[in-house]
């Protein structure tokens, strides 16, 4: 009602966590009662406390954090938390933080930034630094993989069976692109401005936002590129 602090938790001093090199930037998650954040190393590679007082209710792991933002995930066989750490994706009971599974994905300069899509049970994990992107099943393994396609820092959007997103880093021009889901076939690509820029889907449209500045409507559709203004 008034913007009162009810309460203040240091990354650094509350869990003794390392702060990667260009900072803590993935967003703490609410679950339920609790926020989930990733203070990194020192056995405290991911927490959680209570939303309401602060109070820490686990906190547990050694993996150096990242910059991607934790996501919920949930299918037939499994629900939790899965964190894209510098190590790769790690799956949590957000419960206790104990861990669920493990998927390796090492990048160069440990720079997992993107954040991870779910849909049944698999994840769309996408990187650059020498790595690319991929559709992973933790258990099984890689689904279909793309190492020439870099997202730096960019995050995907999934709508319907199509994959939408910017590609593109430090070396390559930014592209925006539709792939599917299921096999990572490329319905179109349009290129834009700069290295960089970010997507979101609302009412069946991809509001883009360039490195340049410039912002573009189109639809979210496989049928291909149709702007409707800039």
């Given amino acids: 009602a008034n913007g009162d602090k009810h309460w203040e938790l240091d990354l650094a001093q509350t869990f003794k966590g390392i702060q990667p090199h260009w900072g803590w930037s993935g967003s703490p998650l609410v679950v339920g009662n609790m926020i989930v954040v990733e203070p990194?190393?020192?056995?405290?590679s991911r927490a959680a406390v209570d939303k309401?007082?602060?109070?820490?209710?686990w906190q547990s792991g050694s993996d150096a954090a990242a910059y991607a933002s934790p996501i919920l995930f949930a299918n037939p066989?499994?629900?939790?938390?899965?964190?894209?750490?510098?190590?790769g994706l790690v799956g949590i009971n957000p419960r206790e933080g104990t861990e669920l599974f493990r998927f390796e994905w090492k990048t160069d300069n440990d720079v997992n930034a993107a954040i991870p899509v779910h849909r049944d049970g698999k994840f769309f994990l996408a990187s650059a630094y020498g790595k690319g992107i991929a559709l992973v099943e933790p258990g099984s393994g890689v689904v279909w993989e793309d190492t020439r396609t870099f997202?730096?820092?960019?995050?995907?959007v999934l709508h319907g069976d199509h994959l939408y997103?910017?590609?593109?880093?430090?070396?390559?021009?930014?592209?925006?692109?539709?792939?599917?889901?299921?096999?990572?076939?490329?319905?179109?690509?349009q290129s834009l401005p700069g290295n960089r820029g970010q997507v979101i889907v609302a009412?069946?449209?991809?509001?883009?936002?360039s490195e340049k500045g410039e912002v573009r409507l189109c639809d979210a559709?496989?049928?291909?590129?149709?702007?409707?203004?800039?």
């Fill in 52 to 57: 309401l007082t602060g109070k820490v209710f």
């Fill in 165 to 189: 997103f910017v590609a593109g880093d430090n070396g390559s021009s930014a592209t925006l692109q539709c792939r599917e889901w299921a096999t990572g076939k490329t319905a179109w690509t």
């Fill in 77 to 87: 066989s499994m629900r939790g938390v899965a964190l894209f750490n510098s190590t």
């Fill in 221 to 230: 559709s496989p049928a291909g590129y149709k702007e409707h203004g800039r």
């Fill in 151 to 156: 997202l730096q820092m960019q995050s995907p």
């Fill in 203 to 209: 009412d069946n449209r991809l509001i883009v936002f």
């Fill in 40 to 44: 990194g190393g020192n056995g405290s």
